[in-house]
């Protein structure tokens, strides 16, 4: 009964549960930086993303106003403030020393030196008293408290504006784009030609593009880089367009050429007979029809640009005004190792335009890799 035909075989539950793990194990850290970028450090540092609909409990180390804010309030010397300053919360608990940060409940006094009294309230409110004026720091206050969850755009805006990736954007669209459209138009004249025009050397140019598919790009670098710079191209953004579109030019043409041989010889035969010359083909029936085929490079090409970080460092550089997102981001690695919140903005700024422009065509996606591979 299992060799029957129409029937299903046992293995399928097991691709279909081996799918969707691996769904799992992509999307799920794709949410995770999603809900990450828009929440601030402390709820992050007390927290997992998947507790952010939810009121977590936090340890906060609040350093209390300056001297320079103080008030005299009758015999006394008052400094009072918020916590929280503003963004609500609840106090468990609060002390004035490390050792014991919920030595005391919300609305007690607890006593400093020199006469100095210090009181949080539940809503977060504090107030220090002194007999004399304060004078040098003012003490740390430790807060045990209950925050509501909250969600902000503020790091984006601290990303886009104040850590340089607003222009590290521009500068990876400035190279993406033409980077993408650039092979594009190449590879798709010479796809044409090895696919429907007969001269001679065309199964030698078709095996070393072949071959070319399997040299590393890292064995270029140097030698392309000199060329570059005695072309007087080297760190501008023509130089790591043409380096892109170089490296990917063998899959463009491998991939289109094999596309168009398995277009109806029919059509372009009608065609020919009615008098079109091959631009005219290939301009208003193979172009319109190869349109999958060109989508899916499309993809391809723009995913490993806006990802790449060794041809933009060798080609592009390090300045400020040319820095791409991959370099920018390593910049923050090294520089704001600590400030989780921003660096999941950043991290999430970098993938969100490849991922639109993935499920914008990813239709295309199957059926141009699939292309002359069935007959």
Do not use: C
Request: charged share 15%; no cysteine.
């Amino acid at each position: 009964m299992d060799n029957i035909a129409g029937t299903k075989s046992s293995l399928v539950w097991a691709v279909h549960l081996a799918t969707a793990a691996l769904v799992l194990l992509w999307v799920l850290p794709t949410i995770g930086l999603l809900v990450s970028s828009f929440r601030d450090r402390d709820q992050i540092t007390t927290s997992g993303w998947w507790r952010a609909l939810f009121p977590a409990e936090q340890n906060l180390v609040y350093r209390a106003g300056g001297a320079d804010t103080q008030r005299q309030d009758g015999a006394l010397w008052v400094i009072d403030g918020n916590v929280f300053d503003g963004r609500g919360g609840e106090v468990k608990a609060f002390g004035i020393t490390s050792k014991d940060p919920s030595a005391f409940a919300p609305g007690a006094e607890a006593p400093l030196k020199d006469g100095v009294t210090a009181t949080v309230a539940a809503n977060g409110d504090y107030r220090l008293t002194s007999p004399v004026a304060f004078d040098g720091r003012s003490p740390r206050l430790f807060v045990t408290s209950v925050t509501p969850p909250r969600f902000t755009l503020e790091n984006y805006a601290r990303v886009m504006f104040a850590e340089g990736m607003g222009r590290a954007f521009l500068n990876t669209m400035t190279v993406t784009i033409p980077a993408t459209i650039i092979p594009i138009l190449i590879a798709a004249f010479a796809a044409y030609a090895l696919a429907w025009m007969e001269f001679p050397g065309r199964a030698l140019l078709i095996a070393g593009i072949v071959g070319l598919l399997v040299v590393p790009l890292q064995l270029s670098l140097i030698p392309l880089l000199k060329l570059h710079n005695s072309l007087g191209i080297g760190k501008e953004y023509v130089g790591i367009w043409l380096a892109h579109s170089g490296f990917g030019l063998p899959l463009a043409i491998y991939l289109l050429r094999n596309y168009m041989v398995g277009l109806p010889r029919e059509i372009i035969e009608s065609a020919r007979v009615d008098g079109a010359t091959d631009f005219q083909i290939f301009l208003k029936i193979i172009l319109p029809l190869s349109f999958p085929a060109l989508a899916s490079f499309a993809i391809f090409q723009f995913l490993w640009t806006w990802n790449d970080l060794l041809v933009a460092t060798v080609f592009l550089g390090n300045s400020a005004d040319q820095l791409v997102m991959t370099g920018a981001l390593r910049s923050l690695m090294g520089s704001r190792g600590g400030e989780w919140e921003v660096l999941a903005s950043s991290a999430f700024l970098s993938i969100a335009v490849p991922l639109v422009v993935f499920f914008a065509m990813q239709k295309y996606l199957v059926r141009g890799l699939l292309a002359g591979s069935v007959k």
